[in-house]
C-alpha cells in the first residue's frame, strides 16, 4: 500500500495564478481532509469530506475549494492564488479504530507564492 | 474543545525513557486523548488513543491520569527517530476533527 499520496511535492505560484493540489489514498478510507501548516504553528483544517460525493467546510476555507473525484481522490483547487496561501498543504484519510478515527497524512505538498 | 497545554520543547537522551505530558483540565467525560507525532518536514502519524484506562502500542504508553484532566505519552526507550513535535488532542466520540495546538517539540541527543 502507497498510503496517502499528494502531488506535487514542490510548487511556486505568482499571486492570482491557480493550480490544483491531488491527493490519493488506497486504504479504502471513507474520510479524507485537507490541512495546511504554517511555519512553526499546528495544522489547521481547510476542508474535508466524510465520504464519496459529500465536502464540508473546516477551519480556514476562504479561498479554497474541493473535490471528491471518488473514494480515492480528494482534490484542493487554488483558484487565485495569494501571498496568504504560502504554506504546507497534507493531505488526510481516515479509518476507525477502537471507536476512534484515526488520520493517515501524506508527505505534504509545499506551496509558494510570489 | 478541550484546551491542552503542553510544554513547548523537551529533550532526551538516547537510549533513555521520556515522558510527555499534556494537561486537557476542560476534557468532557466522552473525549477520547490521542496523540499524533511530526517527524521533520513530514505529515503527522498517530500514535496512540485513548479514554480512561492505560494503553500500550508498539510505539509507545498512554498513561493517563484518574480525573482525566492530564495524560502522559511515555516512550520507553527514545531513538534519534523519535525527534518530533508531539500533539495531544482530546477528541470526542461524536467528531472527527483533529485540531492541532502547538506540541511539544521532542529533541534527542545521542
Known amino acids: 500500500n502507497a498510503g496517502v499520496t499528494q502531488t506535487p511535492k514542490f510548487q511556486v505560484l505568482k499571486t492570482g495564478q491557480s493550480m490544483t493540489l491531488q491527493c490519493a489514498q488506497d486504504m479504502n478510507h471513507n474520510s479524507m481532509y485537507w490541512y495546511r501548516q504554517d511555519p512553526g504553528m499546528g495544522l489547521r483544517l481547510i476542508y474535508y469530506s466524510a465520504s464519496e460525493g459529500t465536502t464540508d467546510k473546516g477551519e480556514v476555507p476562504n479561498g479554497y475549494n474541493v473535490s471528491r473525484l471518488n473514494k480515492r481522490e480528494f482534490s484542493l483547487r487554488l483558484e487565485s492564488a495569494a501571498p496568504s496561501q504560502t504554506s504546507v498543504y497534507f493531505c488526510a484519510s481516515s479509518e476507525w479504530t477502537r471507536h476512534q478515527e484515526t488520520q493517515y497524512f501524506g508527505p505534504g505538498t509545499r506551496l509558494l507564492v510570489l | 474543545d478541550a484546551k491542552t497545554t503542553q510544554p513547548n520543547s523537551m529533550e532526551s537522551n538516547e537510549e533513555e525513557p521520556v515522558h510527555l505530558p499534556c494537561n486537557h483540565s476542560t476534557i468532557s467525560g466522552t473525549d477520547y486523548i490521542h496523540w499524533y507525532r511530526q517527524l521533520p518536514s513530514q505529515g503527522p502519524e498517530y500514535v496512540i488513543h485513548g479514554l480512561t484506562s492505560n494503553v500500550n502500542n508498539r510505539m509507545a504508553s498512554l498513561a493517563i491520569a484518574e480525573d482525566r484532566k492530564s495524560s502522559t505519552l511515555i516512550l520507553h526507550r527514545a531513538t534519534l527517530r523519535d525527534a518530533a513535535v508531539y500533539y495531544c488532542?482530546?477528541?470526542?466520540?461524536?467528531?472527527?476533527?483533529?485540531?492541532f495546538g502547538g506540541g511539544t517539540r521532542l529533541m534527542v541527543k545521542p
Open positions: 488532542i482530546p477528541l470526542d466520540n461524536a467528531g472527527n476533527m483533529l485540531t
